[in-house]
């Protein structure tokens, strides 16, 4: 695979350069050292994979990486930087990876390696959500996510393999999710192919899951969705 670094510290620069360089199937076929310069060789080497800190000077990493998806949209993505702040954002434009510096060996080697073996025609599939868990992201498959519900000042995702609680807003996650999600209430973000049975409690309805105990809620204007979205499928 061609590969791109837009990484403005040398001595970063070069580290990533050491590792890649011990294998074959990796190639460098350029470095950039600021964010305009990453879009004119992106557009030039056409590279398979941009490594990209954010951080970089004139045009940070991120902007300039949503300047290069708009003339090369299958470009492999991982960013590799000091900031987290990022993460969900770069997630959103289908970035392959996310690392936090300092750089460790094997997690950068898993993510080339995971971008090498991945089918080109699933590049721009979401097919994981990311949350934010202590120091470290967690990659929930979509297709376990039963439902989400906000409970004070966290979202609780309840998955097949567990709970999980992330500070990220429904709104947010909402632009993430992709077309089996429906926000059936305020509170609540339900995975459609799941979606077991629905009773009639007072005002509202009570979503229940395929082996899932616990309940979701669906207000009465998001319960024809419902039934549109289970009649077209």
Request: charged share 30%; glycine share 2%.
């Amino acid at each position: 695979m061609r590969l791109l670094i837009a990484e403005d510290d040398l001595s970063s620069r070069k580290f990533v350069k050491k590792l890649i360089e011990r294998f074959t199937d990796y190639k460098i076929v350029a470095e950039a050292t600021n964010g305009e310069e990453l879009i004119k060789l992106v557009v030039r080497e056409k590279p398979d994979v941009a490594l990209v800190d954010i951080g970089l000077p004139l045009l940070n990493g991120m902007d300039a990486i949503k300047s290069c998806k708009e003339v090369i949209p299958d470009l492999h993505v991982i960013f590799i930087t000091g900031n987290d702040e990022y993460a969900i954002e770069a997630f959103n434009i289908n970035a392959a990876d996310y690392i936090i510096k300092p750089i460790e060996f094997p997690r950068l080697l898993e993510s080339l390696e995971r971008v090498k073996n991945s089918n080109s025609s699933d590049r721009n599939k979401k097919k994981d959500l990311m949350i934010k868990h202590n120091n470290s992201y967690i990659f929930i498959p979509m297709c376990e996510i039963i439902f989400i519900e906000r409970n004070e000042r966290k979202s609780v995702i309840h998955s097949m393999k567990g709970q999980y609680e992330t500070n990220e807003p429904l709104s947010n996650l909402e632009k993430i999710l992709d077309q089996r999600f429906l926000t059936s209430h305020r509170s609540n973000i339900i995975n459609m192919d799941l979606l077991d049975k629905i009773e009639a409690v007072g005002h509202m309805y009570i979503a229940y899951f395929k082996n899932y105990k616990e309940k979701a809620k669906i207000t009465k204007s998001k319960f024809h969705f419902v039934q549109e979205f289970k009649a077209s499928n």
